[in-house]
Structures are given as structure tokens and as C-alpha cells.
């Protein structure tokens, strides 16, 4: 069973950067698509950046475009998430996801793995 771990979060000033890592196991990873997700307080799951299975093709939400970049190494087994100009509505605790295919990435009941989960925390 692949399993993934998210790291890098933390508290930042707005306007500061972190990027976030989600490590997968697994040998079947490196063919998935995978996404991030964030949830706040009070608020459902939302997508935030998705990749598919090579790198070739990426996603990001509206609000975080030109911010945040998501990227992968297949190599070694990672998938990235690096955000700029962090404001205080990113506030959220993160997801990495993970799924076969890349058709609606952006629902996350589309997802069968997921990690833990990390807290990023922006400062106004």
C-alpha cells in the first residue's frame, strides 16, 4: 500500500515562501497523478495544484496562480509544492493526494491515497 508524507509547513509572515514536499512509497507512484489540497477551519477540502504522472502537464487554482508552483521527481518519488507571496487566506492545512489518471483532478473523491496533512500558517 503506497503511503505519502507531507512536509514543510509551517508559520510564515505574509508575503513569505515555504515549499511544502510529499514524499510517496510505493512502486506504483511515480505513474500517478498526484495534487495538493488544503482545508481551512470551517471550510471543505479544495484543490490548490495538481501534476500528472511525468510532469508534463500541471494545474493550479485560480487564486494561486503565479504563487504557487507544483512540480515532481520521479526519481525520487516527491512531489513539490512551492509558494510565493503566501497571504493569510492560504492559512490551511495542506494534502497531498494521490490517483490513476488525470480526468477532474481537481475532485478530490477522485483520490484512493492520501498524506497526513501539514500546517501551514501565514501571518498578516
Known amino acids: 500500500q503506497e503511503q505519502l508524507i507531507e512536509y514543510g509547513g509551517g508559520l510564515v509572515q505574509a508575503g513569505g515562501s515555504l515549499r511544502l514536499s510529499c514524499a510517496a512509497s510505493g512502486r506504483t507512484s511515480s505513474t500517478r497523478a498526484m495534487a495538493w489540497f488544503r482545508q481551512a477551519p470551517g471550510k471543505e477540502r479544495e484543490f490548490v495544484a495538481g501534476?500528472?504522472?511525468?510532469?508534463?502537464?500541471?494545474w493550479h487554482k485560480d487564486s494561486v496562480k503565479g504563487r504557487f508552483t507544483i512540480s515532481r521527481d520521479n526519481d525520487k518519488n516527491t512531489v513539490y509544492l512551492q509558494m510565493n507571496g503566501l497571504k493569510p487566506e492560504d492559512t490551511a492545512i495542506y494534502y497531498c493526494?494521490?490517483?490513476?489518471?488525470?480526468?477532474?483532478?481537481?475532485?478530490?473523491?477522485?483520490?484512493?491515497?492520501w498524506g497526513q496533512g501539514t500546517q501551514v500558517t501565514v501571518s498578516s
Open positions: 493526494g494521490s490517483r490513476y489518471g488525470s480526468n477532474r483532478i481537481e475532485d478530490s473523491s477522485t483520490y484512493d491515497i
Open positions: 501534476i500528472n504522472w511525468n510532469g508534463s502537464i500541471q
